[in-house]
């Protein structure tokens, strides 16, 4: 069965950096656009970035560009999210998902607290 | 960027109620990419409904979905217990995807 893991999360200081790390498994993992998306403690949900099947093509929301990176390495089903200069308003649950246009499968999440 | 707005923001039923949530988005939605997710507290979304109005796998019939163009619904015909969650709807049709704020259903 389609599963997804998160992991990296923690808690860290205003400007520090954190990498968190999606372990894919069940299904042909190099054939699906992969997506982060977050959700701050009592909120809603926010896509963050997107990468292409191949790693070629990423894209960000506004709030985390140049600051955050999206990568993938299909030979070990795993899609990371680099996270440099973290803000205060960073703090979040952060969820990997299938992207098959529509998100049909996502971990569970993992929180990222920053805070001094 | 399309904006998707949800009302009511909270819906409180008893069972056996029939549940309507509303999105309407800020522009018309290429090819009625709309999904819904279902999230129950302390739990990752789940997918629900996605074209707009195709249930995903193992979705229970009591939920369905409708519309078109910028106004949407998701609909449980008969509220059970375990459908106490927030509801989002996503239009996945443009980038950036946008997720509306989220209808939240209590059980009277």
């Known amino acids: 069965q389609v599963q997804l893991v998160e992991s990296g999360g923690g808690v860290v200081q205003p400007g520090r950096s954190l990498r968190l790390s999606c372990a894919a498994s069940?299904?042909?993992?190099?054939?699906?656009?992969m997506q982060w998306a977050r959700q701050a403690p009592g909120k809603g949900l926010e896509w963050v970035a997107v990468?292409?099947?191949?790693?070629?093509?990423?894209d960000y929301t506004d709030s985390v560009k140049g600051r955050f990176t999206i990568t993938r390495d299909n030979s070990r089903n795993t899609v990371y999210l680099q996270m440099n200069s973290l803000r205060d308003e960073d703090t979040a649950v952060y969820y990997c998902?299938?992207?098959?246009?529509?998100?049909?499968?996502w971990g569970q999440g993992t929180l990222v607290s920053v805070s001094s | 960027e399309i904006v998707l707005t949800q009302s009511p923001g909270t819906l409180s039923l008893s069972p056996g109620e029939r549940a309507t949530l509303s999105c309407r988005a800020s522009?018309?939605?290429?090819?009625?990419?709309v999904a819904w997710y279902q999230q129950k507290p302390g739990q990752a979304p789940r997918l629900l409904i996605y074209?707009?109005?195709s249930r995903a796998t193992d979705i229970p019939d009591r939920f369905s979905g409708s519309g078109s163009g910028t106004d949407f619904t998701l609909t449980i015909s008969r509220l059970e217990p375990e459908d106490v969650a927030v509801y989002y709807c996503?239009?996945?049709?443009?980038?950036?995807?946008?997720f509306g704020q989220g209808t939240k259903v209590e059980i009277k």
């Open positions: 998902a299938r992207d098959d246009w529509y998100w049909d499968y």
């Open positions: 069940g299904f042909t993992f190099s054939r699906y656009a």
């Open positions: 990468i292409s099947y191949d790693g070629r093509h990423e």
């Open positions: 522009q018309s939605v290429s090819s009625d990419y």
């Open positions: 074209g707009a109005s």
């Open positions: 996503q239009q996945y049709g443009s980038s950036p995807r946008t």
